[in-house]
């Protein structure tokens, strides 16, 4: 298992320093160093504290929508949530999308169907926070088709910002009726009956064949859905739904806010908050699309793309929003890191253990 991390690590950082080739290949590398020491990294330590304050908001967050099923405290919810957002960071796979649910199902008796549920709610209101700002900043801002920066096979434009808002718009879709159809119980026993009956479909087999069917696959997988529908409880508290967007409004905000700040110690960037938000809103649309651990390379792509919208040259906005990510990154890591030994946590076990998700159906 330990072996498996470590490749999987190797393939990670491979994959990032290949994505960063892409990303800045066409930037002189001198340029990019003379930037980089330019930048006063003093205002590092206001955006730092103020990425950590957004993710303490996503804990917050989370514990909120876990405690309509269950109840734990913030600082159960904080260390699994930031381990998670470790792995995503330097793993393939997005594999820290599970390991949060692992977590709770091992500290906190959590199942792991409800722990899932939970992050998937989080993600319908992450997906519909994006939506929301990027219709406006689509609107305010006329985004020249001229604008075009190549990462890899890639074409970052205008063209590709539409077709990944259309893909986000369609996943959120998706997820809402998902969360919907799971959580309304006249829909899930339709569901459940409908699971029942699958061994029907085998009616050549013995009736003890069946029967198995019955008690190994279909009873288990009910019982998963209703774990799942659980995690998806707060759907039914209108007021439970408004205090989570004004939750996701606020991770938004305070990292848009970090942004804003880096940017006055960094050269050349004079944007206003506004603008720094647009920018951060392209940068996670085109991140949305298939990726390495930690958004390497195509991150500064999108950013290089954004800030060139506001005017901003290539060398700079390239040196910036290299650093800006490792601001966003590097702290993220550390604190999963710490997180992991408070909490007595085997990152490569809750990585690749999977009967941890197997065994949500027993």
């Known amino acids: ?26 930037v002189p590398l001198a340029d990019l160093l003379k930037y980089l020491g330019s ?52 793993l393939p ?13 091992k500290k906190d008796k959590v199942p792991f169907a409800t722990g899932i549920a939970t992050v998937a709610a989080e993600r319908v209101f992450d997906v519909a926070a994006l939506v929301t700002f990027a219709v406006l900043t689509l ?11 190549r990462f890899g096979e890639l074409q ?11 893909r986000v718009i369609l996943m959120g879709i998706l997820l809402i009726v998902g969360m919907f159809a799971v959580s309304i119980a006249s829909i899930r026993r339709i569901i459940h009956r409908m699971i029942l009956a699958l061994p029907g479909l085998v009616f050549f087999t013995a009736e003890s064949t069946r029967a198995k069917i019955r008690a190994r696959v279909c009873e288990p997988l009910n019982r998963f859905i209703d774990n799942v529908a659980l995690g998806f409880t707060l759907v039914r508290s209108p007021r ?9 409004l606020l991770v938004w905000i305070t990292a848009a806010i970090s942004y804003y700040v880096f940017s006055f110690g960094s050269p050349g960037v004079d944007l206003s908050f506004g603008e720094m938000f647009a920018v951060m809103v392209i940068i996670c649309l085109f991140i949305a699309l298939p990726s390495v651990p930690g958004f390497w390379g195509l991150w500064e792509a999108g950013g290089v793309f954004a800030m060139a919208l506001f005017g901003i040259p290539s060398n700079t906005a390239a040196g910036f929003t290299l650093a800006n990510h490792a601001l966003q990154m590097f702290p993220v890591i550390i604190v999963g890191l710490i997180s992991a ?22």
């Open 39 to 90: 930048i006063n990294y003093l205002w590092m330590i206001p955006a730092v504290f103020l990425v950590l304050v957004s993710f303490f908001i996503r804990a917050l967050r989370w514990q909120f929508i876990l405690a309509s099923s269950y109840k734990i405290s913030i600082w159960r919810a904080f260390h699994p949530m930031m381990i998670g957002f470790m792995i995503n960071c330097i």
């Open 139 to 149: 609107t305010a801002i006329d985004i020249n088709p001229a604008v075009e920066i």
């Open 240 to 248: 439970k739904v408004m205090w989570c967007a004004i939750y996701s």
């Open 93 to 105: 796979g997005r594999l820290g999308e599970f390991a949060r649910p692992a977590i709770l199902q």
């Open 1 to 26: 298992m330990k072996n498996h991390f470590l490749i999987s690590l190797a393939a990670g950082i491979a994959l990032s320093a290949a994505a960063l080739y892409f990303a800045f290949r066409n």
């Open 156 to 166: 970052l434009n205008r063209a590709t910002l539409e077709v990944v808002f259309s």
């Open 341 to 362: 030994v408070m909490t007595s946590v085997n990152i490569w076990q809750v990585s690749y253990k999977k009967k941890t998700i197997k065994s949500q159906t027993g």
